[in-house]
């Protein structure tokens, strides 16, 4: 079975400062890894992914991800918090290549405070 | 805007009515997919649909739950004889490329 884990609900980050949201998986075979963004009556937001190669990942607005197979985790990250960065943030992971779902984790809120 | 739409953004129903929720996916996208979202959850995949076919369904989906993908386009998602439980946000989504879905704004259902 497959699954995602969001340890933190909230992150509270001070603007200006890196910032990470952790994420942890369990998936039997090669894990296909996301992140979304959700933003107050809007739609989920494609951030980025992690299929294969290197294990750090580049993604919209200034987002990255570090893939850890050890570790099992896929953490995002950025250098640099805006206070237009705060939202709710999804991880998810694909059980197979090709396969049509997405399991998501609870999400985790990130406030930035100016 | 050329995003996924979703229509009604919001719906409130009494217990037993039946409800209709539409998804208009980006034009070139020929995979679509549903998911429910309920408060302090992520979204949990009900259906997936690769053009009118459709592929999955996920155990979530009970009987009361319809999913159509007529002419390969627009998707419809009916709820019969609503519950309670039935409380949450109705997500569409849809994809060119397997694995990066794009998803709409969400219809939010209250059943009470």
């Known amino acids: 079975a497959q699954s995602v884990a969001q340890p933190e609900d909230q992150v509270n980050v001070a603007e200006g400062n890196p910032l990470t949201v952790k994420c942890t998986y369990s998936v039997s075979g090669n894990p296909y890894l996301f992140w979304y963004v959700q933003y107050p009556n809007r739609g989920l937001q494609f951030l980025l992914k992690?299929?294969?190669?290197?294990?750090l990942v580049k993604g919209s607005y200034g987002f990255e991800a570090e893939f850890n197979k050890s570790q099992t985790s896929f953490h995002l990250k950025k250098p640099s918090a805006l206070v237009s960065d705060s939202a709710l943030y999804f991880c998810?992971?694909?059980?197979?290549?090709?396969?049509?779902?997405?399991?998501f984790g609870t999400g985790t809120r990130l406030t930035v405070i100016p | 805007d050329t995003g996924v739409s979703q229509d009604p953004r919001h719906k409130i129903t009494k217990r037993g009515q039946n409800v209709t929720f539409r998804c208009d996916p980006i034009?070139?996208?020929?995979?679509l997919y549903w998911y429910r979202q309920t408060l302090g959850q992520g979204p949990e995949f009900l259906t997936y649909?690769?053009?009118?076919?459709?592929?999955?369904k996920s155990r979530l989906l009970s009987d009361r739950f319809s999913a159509e993908r007529p002419k390969g386009s627009f998707s419809t998602l009916e709820i019969q004889r609503t519950e309670q439980g039935d409380s949450a946000m109705y997500l569409c989504?849809?994809?060119?490329?397997?694995?990066?879905?794009?998803f709409g704004p969400g219809t939010r259902l209250t059943v009470t």
């Open positions: 989504a849809s994809s060119l490329i397997v694995n990066e879905q794009y």
């Open positions: 649909f690769q053009n009118e076919a459709q592929l999955e």
């Open positions: 998810a992971v694909s059980p197979r290549a090709g396969a049509n779902n997405l399991f």
């Open positions: 992690y299929i294969t190669g290197d294990n």
């Open positions: 034009s070139e996208h020929n995979r």
